[in-house]
């Protein structure tokens, strides 16, 4: 028994090793609590899409591999990919950004059923023009595989370069990041007094004060696991500091075979999350064959 152990301990490191820069991880991310400006670094996936004529903020994405990342489809609606480009590791939206790269765009892939008039399949991916390199401040988000699940409570993270209040004409210089519980389905119909697709994910605090607003479109939710995991993509809120309405998440665990079909080769991590707590969902991620015969080997027992 003693062995086995000491193989799986030597087994994790070693995939640690292999990849170091695997989904979801963010070694500068501290303890987040309430609306605030985030620690530099903290949300690594973090993506700012701008427009190319004058540089100003359209919506937020999240970086899934080195050459993809993963928005709402309403971003694009009069983006075209010359005329967006893309920053990340992005702090401020004005001032030095140490660490920022900076990317055009290859494609624009938007959900072939998406519904602009009820944010069915609000849910688009963008391929860079070239690949990025990883580090502590530019990193993916893993993705909640299907058959994922929620509860409502479950704590959550949104973040984007978001206006505090709901009509305000500017936008804060740096990265913002406020932590909501999920809404359960029932109580989001009765805010909203209709129906709400099962692609659609709700969060925000039943007292109001905290969610998304004017600027976080396209923006990930997160929970933290064992892993960061992306369970929904920012689409809708209807006041940012509303008592009764919580925020509209495209549910991103529904579109695991969508996103697999399109980018197709070195997949984003997927995780499947049930409540409160998540665990991998193999192949979280590629490495070589070596290693995926040791996975199959030691699954059995770590």
């Not at 400006?37 to 700012?48: C, D, L, M």
Request: a neutral charge.
């Amino acid at each position: 028994v003693y062995f086995i152990l000491l193989l799986c301990n030597l087994f994790h490191f070693t995939l640690n090793i292999a990849n170091p820069f695997m989904c979801g991880r963010a070694p500068l991310n501290p303890k987040i609590v309430g609306r605030q400006n985030a620690v530099e670094g903290s949300w690594p996936w973090q993506a700012s899409i701008n427009y190319v004529p004058n540089g100003g903020l359209v919506c937020g994405g999240s970086v899934i591999n080195k050459d993809w990342f993963l928005s709402a489809a309403q971003c694009f609606q009069e983006l075209t990919a010359s005329t967006t480009i893309i920053y990340l590791g992005h702090q401020w939206q004005i001032g030095i950004n140490p660490h920022v790269i900076s990317r055009t765009v290859a494609q624009i892939i938007i959900h072939p059923k998406y519904n602009p008039d009820n944010f069915d399949n609000d849910i688009a991916l963008v391929q860079l023009s070239s690949s990025v390199t990883f580090n502590d401040y530019i990193r993916p988000v893993c993705l909640a595989t299907a058959g994922s699940t929620f509860a409502a409570a479950t704590e959550s993270w949104i973040t984007g370069w978001v206006k505090l209040n709901f009509g305000d004409t500017t936008i804060p210089n740096s990265l913002q990041e406020v932590n909501i519980p999920v809404v359960s389905q029932s109580d989001c119909e009765h805010a909203y007094e209709r129906l709400i697709p099962d692609n659609i994910l709700c969060a925000g605090p039943a007292e109001g004060g905290k969610g998304s607003c004017q600027g976080d479109g396209g923006g990930p939710l997160v929970i933290n696991g064992s892993q960061w995991i992306q369970s929904g993509i920012s689409i809708f809120s209807v006041n940012c500091t509303a008592p009764k309405y919580p925020g509209g998440y495209t549910r991103v665990s529904h579109y695991q075979d969508w996103i697999s079909s399109q980018i197709k080769s070195d997949l984003p991590g997927f995780i499947k999350s049930s409540g409160f707590r998540s665990s991998p969902s193999l192949p979280l991620f590629s490495l070589s064959l070596t290693f995926s015969i040791f996975s199959l080997i030691f699954s059995l027992f770590c």
